[in-house]
C-alpha cells in the first residue's frame, strides 16, 4: 500500500508532516537513490534516505509508558541527595528496556510523564515542529485579571527568554486561592511557574493532566504506570498533521 512521503517521514519519527514537506522541498529526501519532488507517494519496499540514513517506520515494538509522578519526586536518572527520582517508579520486569524520559516535571510538581524505549520518538515527542500541546491544572495563589491573562496569552519576555500560554481557563475560587487549566506548547524549565510568578501569582499545586492526545486517566494512582497501546502511539505520532 502506498501512501505520500511526508506522511510516511511523519510515521516515522522524522519530525511533523509541515518539517517534513520542507525537507522534500529542500531536496534532503532522496528514494532509491534518487532526489525526492514534493507529493509522491512511496511503497514499503522503497528505500527512503535523509542524511544518508534509510528511514524505516518505527517497529512495532517501540514502547510508550505513562507515569503519574507524584510531588517530591526528580525527574531524573541519577540519584540526587537521596530523593526519590521518577525511574525508581519504572518496571523492572525487563531489563533489556532503557526507558528514555520525554520531557520532564519539576519537584514540586505531579502528573503526566511519558517514557519510550525509542531515542527518536522521544526526540520527536519533545521537539517544538511537532507541535504537541501541554496542559496543566494550576491552583495559584493572587490577584488574577483580564489584562495578566491576554499578557499570559500574548507572551512575555523573562531574562531574555520568551514564555507564552496558549490557553487558559478560570476555574473554581476558594478564598485568596483560585483554580487554572492551562495549556501551552513548549516544555521550557519551569514555564508555567514562571509565567505566574511574573505576574504575582504564588502556585500552590501544578499537575500535567495532557501531552497531545494523551491525557491522564483519573484512575491512575499517583506513583503507579500503565504501558500505552498502539493506537495511542500512534496518536501522537500523528497529533498535529
Known amino acids: 500500500m502506498s501512501e505520500r512521503l511526508q506522511k510516511f517521514l511523519a510515521k516515522a519519527g522524522v519530525g511533523s508532516r509541515r518539517f517534513c514537506e520542507e525537507l522534500i522541498k529542500s531536496r534532503k529526501i532522496k528514494i532509491n537513490g534518487k532526489v525526492a519532488e514534493?507529493?509522491?507517494?512511496?511503497?514499503?519496499?522503497?528505500?527512503?534516505?535523509y542524511e544518508g540514513n534509510v528511514i524505516s517506520y518505527v517497529k512495532s515494538d517501540l514502547k510508550l509508558l505513562m507515569l503519574n509522578k507524584p510531588e517530591g519526586v526528580v525527574s531524573s536518572n541519577k540519584k540526587e541527595k537521596n530523593l526519590p527520582i521518577v525511574f525508581d517508579y519504572l518496571p523492572?520486569?525487563?531489563?533489556?528496556?532503557?526507558?528514555i524520559s520525554i520531557g520532564r516535571l519539576d519537584i514540586n510538581s505531579s502528573g503526566l510523564m511519558l517514557f519510550t524505549n525509542d531515542g527518536t520518538f522521544a526526540n520527536f515527542c519533545m521537539h517544538p515542529s511537532s507541535m504537541i500541546d501541554r496542559e496543566y491544572l494550576v491552583r495559584a495563589r493572587g490577584e488574577f485579571t483580564q489584562e495578566k491573562k491576554q499578557k499570559m496569552l500574548s507572551g512575555i519576555n523573562i531574562e531574555g527568554a520568551s514564555y507564552q500560554l496558549t490557553d487558559?481557563?478560570?476555574?473554581?475560587?476558594?478564598?485568596?486561592?483560585?483554580?487554572?487549566?492551562?495549556?501551552?506548547?513548549?516544555?521550557?524549565?519551569?514555564?508555567v511557574r514562571k509565567i505566574f510568578n511574573y505576574f504575582d501569582l504564588?502556585?500552590?499545586?501544578?499537575?500535567?493532566?495532557?501531552?497531545?492526545?494523551?491525557?491522564?486517566?483519573?484512575?491512575?494512582?499517583?506513583?503507579?504506570?500503565?504501558?500505552?497501546s498502539n493506537k495511542e502511539i500512534d496518536s501522537l505520532k500523528n497529533y498535529g498533521i
Open 92 to 99: 523492572k520486569s525487563n531489563l533489556n528496556t532503557r526507558w
Open 168 to 191: 487558559i481557563v478560570e476555574g473554581e475560587k476558594h478564598s485568596s486561592n483560585q483554580w487554572f487549566s492551562v495549556c501551552l506548547m513548549s516544555g521550557k524549565n519551569k514555564e
Open 202 to 228: 504564588e502556585i500552590s499545586r501544578l499537575k500535567r493532566t495532557r501531552f497531545g492526545p494523551i491525557f491522564l486517566p483519573s484512575s491512575l494512582k499517583k506513583g503507579s504506570t500503565i504501558e500505552l
Open 38 to 49: 514534493i507529493g509522491v507517494s512511496v511503497e514499503i519496499t522503497d528505500v527512503i534516505e
